[in-house]
């Protein structure tokens, strides 16, 4: 599959690429159209890319008509991370970095071409992925990758406690 079909960019404004980004956040929400039934849905992950303005732009890495196969749907966002969040994880930008650096790390560590698994899931690990990418160089804070699996780790046991949703 060409790149420009992995990339969805109709709801991004230009003039978004070239602002700072000022902090990352992974964010987890419902799928649409699920509702609180016996089966707990499992929740999509996305990144929100914070620029100045309390706007985002977010990166929402998504499974195509085949279930597996990754399209990243990037849009401008008027707010810096999305109100429905069940649980979000947010690490400051530690370097001048605008929103097309940032798809720019993506495209240059293959990031786009990602598959997900015969269930549809691995948005999170997605996302963990870019959060590490950006870490490496030096775009976050040391440690943010840990930060993050040591939240996740966290959040399972408030689960096992029944206190957050599945995640």
């Known amino acids: 599959m060409s790149a420009t079909k992995i990339w969805y960019t109709h709801n991004l404004k230009n003039a978004n690429l070239t602002l700072k980004v000022k902090a990352i956040h992974l964010s987890a929400t419902l799928p649409p159209g699920s509702s609180s039934g016996s089966i707990t849905p499992i929740p999509h992950w996305r990144i929100y890319l914070e620029v100045p303005d309390q706007k985002s732009v977010s990166l929402d890495m998504t499974p195509g008509g085949d279930g597996q196969t990754g399209l990243i749907l990037v849009q401008s966002r008027s707010y ?20 097309e650096q940032v798809m720019g790390i993506i495209r240059s560590n293959k990031r786009e071409f990602y598959r997900f698994t015969s269930q ?6 997605w996302c963990r992925t870019i ?15 840990a930060h993050f699996d040591n939240y996740l780790h966290f959040l399972r046991c408030m689960k096992l406690a029944r ?3 599945h995640i």
Do not use: Y
């Open 80 to 99: 810096a991370n999305t109100e429905n969040k069940l649980v979000s994880f947010s690490a400051s930008a530690s370097v001048d970095m605008t929103v």
């Open 120 to 125: 549809g899931t691995g948005c999170r690990w």
């Open 131 to 145: 959060l590490n990418d950006l870490e490496k160089i030096g775009a976050v804070a040391p440690q943010s990758t």
């Open 163 to 165: 206190r957050v949703p």
